[in-house]
C-alpha cells in the first residue's frame, strides 16, 4: 500500500492549498461562494486525488488520478490568473503561488509518465 503524504506531489499540494487559504482570506466577502471557493475547491482537489489515486490497486488506476490532479491544476491556474486580474491576490503572493503551481505540474506529469511506463 502506497501512503500518500510520502508522495512529494501530495506534499507540495498541500502547501500551497494551506497558501491559498491563507490568500483568499482577504477577497472580496461577495466571493465566498465565487473565486474564493472555487479557487481553495481546485488546489485541495489537486491533494485528494492524489491520496485517493495512491489507494488505488495499479498504476495505470493510480495514473489517473494523477491526470485528475494535473487538470485541477491547470483549473486553480487559470482561477489565480483571474484573481490577480482582479486585485485580489497581491502581486508578490501571485508570482509565489504560481511559481510553485508550476513547479507542482511538472512534477505530476513526471509522475503520470513514471507510471504510465514512459
Excluded: C
Excluded at 497558501?19 to 465566498?32: A, C, R, V
Excluded at 488505488?56 to 487538470?71: P, Q, T, V
Amino acid at each position: 500500500m502506497r501512503d500518500f503524504k510520502k508522495f512529494e506531489v501530495w506534499q507540495l499540494s498541500h502547501q500551497l492549498t494551506l497558501k491559498i487559504y491563507t490568500s483568499t482570506k482577504s477577497f472580496p466577502k461577495e466571493e465566498l461562494f465565487g473565486l474564493t471557493s472555487q479557487i481553495r475547491r481546485s488546489l485541495a482537489s489537486i491533494g485528494y486525488n492524489i491520496s485517493e489515486g495512491s489507494g488505488r490497486n495499479s498504476d495505470k488506476e493510480f495514473a489517473n488520478f494523477i491526470n485528475i490532479a494535473l487538470g485541477s491544476s491547470n483549473e486553480a491556474e487559470s482561477q489565480l490568473i483571474l484573481a490577480k486580474d482582479l486585485n485580489y491576490i497581491k502581486e508578490s503572493d501571485y508570482q509565489n503561488i504560481l511559481e510553485e503551481l508550476i513547479i507542482l505540474k511538472k512534477k505530476l506529469v513526471t509522475l503520470w509518465n513514471r507510471l504510465n511506463g514512459k
